[in-house]
């Protein structure tokens, strides 16, 4: 079966929403709905993806500031301009918090069949480096970490980060596999992969009010038996940067 790339999803959506965005303001000015400016309808139609797309990656933090967006956006016709916007927004922060301290793992992912070493990552400034297994998963909040991946049959890392920031490192990540993967989540927050000269990098991240770079690409060296190195997953209010060697 043949596997759509998270680009092409992307373009779809945002094909759909935009038809519709231009069939809403023809239908606002004929009076058929209510009328709305142009610069109302461009942000719900942004404010609905990233609260869609939230919902099917369970990142809280989408779901909650995407809805609380739009209701600052109809506040009037809601009834409740008394709470918006810094109520709305506040309450949305703090539920997104709340939730992702409840259920820190409660996301979908596909990449990891196999053994884990599972790090819990929770005091600032934090180094590891021990010995891992091929699959790995850390997570960081209100912090700062360091990880330097050490395995010999790297396949697939998870990495999260939440009001903190986490660095890894692959030069001691060794494997046989002609793709390893990474799925990153970010929030409120920064990551910073430092990748081998080597490898080749392919982006698939997803990014909601935050920044992913890739920086040193003319270190880039390819060499035929490297891996690929798929990385995906968020960034939502934060930055991710992925830095060759």
């Known amino acids: 079966m043949k596997k759509h790339s998270t680009h092409s999803i992307d373009k779809l959506f945002w094909g759909v929403f935009f038809v ?24 719900t139609i942004i404010f609905a993806w990233t609260f ?25 016709a809601l009834g409740i301009t008394a709470l918006t916007p810094w109520t709305l927004l506040g309450a949305a922060l703090l539920g997104s918090i709340g939730l992702s301290i409840l259920f820190p793992g409660k996301r979908r992912f596909h ?18 480096d ?45 494997t046989t596999e002609k793709q390893v993967y990474t799925k990153i989540d970010v929030a409120f927050g920064n990551m910073v992969l430092y990748v081998p000269k080597t490898w080749q990098v392919i982006n698939n991240i997803d990014c909601s009010f935050g920044a992913v770079n890739i920086k040193n690409q003319k270190n880039y060296t ?18 991710a940067e992925i830095i060759y060697m």
């Open 20 to 43: 519709a965005g231009a069939a809403m303001l023809i239908l606002s000015k004929l009076g058929t709905l209510p009328e709305m400016s142009f610069v109302s309808i461009v942000f």
């Open 52 to 76: 869609i797309k939230g919902l099917f990656t369970l990142n809280f933090f989408e779901i909650l500031f995407s809805a609380a967006f739009l209701a600052c956006i109809y506040d009037d």
């Open 111 to 128: 990449f990891f069949h196999r053994g884990r070493s599972d790090d819990s990552v929770s005091y600032a400034e934090d180094i590891i």
């Open 222 to 239: 390819p060499q035929e038996d490297a891996p690929v190195l798929v990385i995906t997953g968020s960034v939502a209010f934060g930055a």
């Open 130 to 174: 021990v010995p891992d297994n091929e699959t790995i998963h850390l997570e960081n909040s209100f912090g700062a970490s360091i990880k330097y991946i050490n395995s010999q049959h790297f396949r697939s890392a998870r990495l999260e980060t939440s009001f903190g920031e986490m660095k890894v490192y692959y030069d001691n990540a060794f």
